[in-house]
C-alpha cells in the first residue's frame, strides 16, 4: 500500500465538476487578473472569517510582508515572532528592515511560550507574530493581554489553520489582523501560489490593498510605491469553488487526528495535545518519536510518505545569525525538534491507511 504525505488529486476527483466549471467559466469570461471572481472570493472568505475585510494576494509570504509594511514597521523595529515556524515568519521580518525577535515554543502545543514574550519586549517591539502552527490556536487571551498592555500590533500567522478556534472564536479574527496563505497543500488550498489579509480595520485593509496592487486603488492614480502580489482569476475561482467543502474537509481532518490518536493510545508514541478551549484543524498531524530516522526509512520502505516540520529552529538558520544578538534561548524547540515526524493527513484518508501507518510506526518507534 503506498500512502502519499497529501491527495490533492483524490480531492480533486472528488470535486471535479465544481473545479472544471470554475475553470471553464473563468477562462470563458478571461477575467485572469482582478475583476468580479476575486472580489467574489475576499467577500466569501471574509464572511467564512468573520472578518470585515479580505484583501487576496499572490502568496501567504506576500501578505505577511505586506501587513507589515501596512502597519509601518520598517529599520530597527522588533517583531516577536516564535522560533517553530515556516521560514516565511521571519524573513518577512528581515525584508522589511525590521529585527525578527525569537520566543521559544511549548514542547507539546509547538505554537510560542507566551510566558516567555514579555521578556523579549524592548522599547524598539512593535509587533508579535503569533503563529497557529499544524493547525492548533496560540494561546491568544495572554498574547493579546500582553500586547494590550505594550501597545504592540498583533498580526496572526494563519497560514496553517483555516478554521481553528481558540475558546469559539476563529483564528484571524483576535488580532490587529491575520494573513493566510492558500499553497496547494494547506487546510484551503489553489492550484498554485495563492494568499490573502484578513482585518476589520478599513484603513489598513485600504493599504494593503494599495501595496498589494502598484499602490493604486483606481487605474494610473499610484499614491505609494506598491508591488505586483495579486491573486490571479483562476485561483480565486478554484478557492470559491473549494471554499464550500472547507468545513466538511476540516471535520474529516478532525476526526482522522482522532483516529490517529486512538491507534498511538498507551504507546511512545507522543500524539498531538488538543486544549479543550481549542479547535485544532490538523493541517499537519504531527507526531514525536526518539528515533525519527528510522521510523522514517520504515515507513518509507513499507510506501509511507512522512514529513519533517520543521528540522531547523529560525533561529539556527544561517540566514537570521545577526539578528540573535544574544537574544536567549530556544532550547525547549531545539529539544524536541529531532523528534517530530508528520504523518500523512488529509481528509480523504482512510481508516485502513491509518491504520497502516500506525502499525509501520509502532513496529520500530522508541
Ligand atoms: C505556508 C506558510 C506561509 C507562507 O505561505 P506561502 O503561501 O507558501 O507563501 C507562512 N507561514 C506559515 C506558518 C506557513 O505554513
Redesign the pocket.
Known amino acids: 500500500m503506498t500512502i502519499p504525505f497529501v491527495d490533492l488529486y483524490a480531492q480533486y476527483l472528488s470535486i471535479k465538476p465544481d473545479i472544471d466549471a470554475a475553470i471553464e467559466t473563468t477562462i470563458k469570461n478571461s477575467s485572469y487578473i482582478g475583476g468580479r471572481v476575486v472580489t467574489d472570493f475576499e467577500e466569501k472568505f471574509a464572511a467564512w472569517v468573520g472578518a470585515k475585510y479580505c484583501i487576496a494576494a499572490g ?4 501578505t ?1 510582508e505586506i501587513l507589515l509594511k501596512a502597519y509601518g514597521i520598517g529599520a530597527g523595529d522588533e517583531v516577536i515572532i516564535p522560533s517553530h ?2 521560514v ?2 521571519a524573513e518577512t521580518v528581515v525584508n522589511v528592515g525590521g529585527i525578527p525577535v525569537f520566543v521559544d515554543t511549548d514542547a507539546r502545543l509547538y505554537t510560542l511560550d507566551v510566558d516567555q514574550i514579555e521578556k523579549k519586549i524592548t522599547p524598539r517591539t512593535k509587533a508579535i507574530i503569533p ?1 497557529h ?1 499544524f493547525g492548533l490556536p496560540a494561546e491568544m487571551d495572554r498574547i493579546m493581554e500582553i500586547a494590550n498592555k505594550h501597545n504592540l500590533i498583533v498580526i496572526e ?1 494563519c ?2 489553520c483555516h478554521g481553528a478556534e481558540y475558546k469559539g472564536k476563529r483564528t484571524g479574527t483576535f488580532g490587529n489582523a491575520a ?1 493566510f ?3 496547494p497543500g ?1 487546510n484551503l488550498g489553489a492550484y498554485g ?3 490573502c489579509i484578513v482585518t476589520n480595520d478599513e484603513n489598513i485593509a485600504k493599504t494593503c490593498r494599495m501595496i498589494a496592487n502598484h499602490g493604486q486603488l483606481k487605474k494610473h492614480d499610484h499614491q505609494i510605491a506598491g508591488r505586483n502580489s495579486r491573486l490571479d482569476g483562476l485561483q480565486a475561482a478554484i478557492l470559491t469553488a473549494k471554499l464550500k467543502y472547507l468545513d466538511k474537509w476540516t471535520e474529516a481532518r478532525i476526526a482522522n487526528a482522532a483516529y490517529y490518536n486512538e491507534l498511538f493510545k498507551d504507546s511512545v508514541v507522543i500524539t498531538p495535545v488538543i486544549p479543550e478551549h481549542s479547535r485544532h484543524v490538523f493541517h499537519l498531524y504531527v507526531v514525536q518519536v526518539n528515533n525519527r530516522s528510522q521510523v522514517q526509512e520504515v515507513l518509507k520502505e513499507a510506501g509511507i510518505e512522512t514529513a519533517v516540520h520543521y528540522p531547523v529552529p529560525m533561529p539556527a538558520m544561517p540566514a537570521f545569525r545577526e539578528y540573535l544578538n544574544g537574544s536567549g534561548s530556544y532550547d525547549v524547540n531545539e529539544g524536541y525538534k529531532d523528534k517530530l515526524l508528520s504523518l500523512p493527513m488529509f481528509p480523504e484518508l482512510t481508516q485502513e491507511q491509518m491504520q497502516f501507518v500506525a502499525s509501520k510506526v509502532l513496529s520500530i518507534a522508541n
Open positions: 502568496n501567504g509570504t506576500d505577511l515556524s515556516w516565511s515568519t503563529v502552527l500567522d497560514a496553517q494573513s496563505s492558500f499553497y494547506k501560489d495563492a494568499g
